[in-house]
């Protein structure tokens, strides 16, 4: 059964860059469209980023997009969210989920959807963007 850990989070300024790791076990992750989303207490999930796992296209939402990059490497077993020019409304907890490729959820990302249907998530990792 796949599991995810994420890891990375902390507390940077306005304008720093952080790095989060979603590190599975279990399974392979190069079997599942991975995206990441985040959530802040009383407010809708908030997707990201998702990437597929055949094309490799990766999907944004407006409020990241050229700021937020995910990459992955099968190697490791390990996806990554690169997030640079960081905002105060970024703060959030961030976790990964992985998807079936027949859930095409990823597409829903660009609009900042959080889909239903994950394989599997992780437990979360706090970011905060504070000056």
């Known amino acids: 059964q796949l599991q995810l850990v994420e890891s990375g989070g902390g507390l940077v300024q306005p304008g720093e860059s952080l790095r989060l790791s979603c590190v599975a076990s279990?399974?392979?992750?190069?079997?599942?469209?991975i995206g990441w989303f985040r959530q802040v207490p009383g407010r809708k999930t908030e997707g990201v980023s998702c990437?597929?796992?055949?094309?490799?296209?990766?999907y944004y939402p407006t409020s990241v997009r050229g700021r937020f990059t995910i990459s992955r490497d099968n190697a490791k077993n390990t996806v990554y969210l690169q997030m640079d020019r960081l905002k105060p409304e970024d703060t959030a907890v961030y976790y990964c989920?992985?998807?079936?490729?027949?859930?095409?959820?990823?597409?829903?990302?660009?609009?900042?959807?959080?889909?239903?249907?994950?394989?599997?998530r992780g437990q979360g990792t706090q970011v905060t963007v504070s000056s």
């Open positions: 989920a992985a998807y079936r490729t027949r859930m095409r959820a990823c597409p829903g990302v660009k609009h900042g959807l959080s889909p239903p249907g994950y394989s599997s």
């Open positions: 279990g399974s392979t992750l190069d079997d599942y469209d």
């Open positions: 990437q597929n796992k055949d094309d490799g296209i990766a």
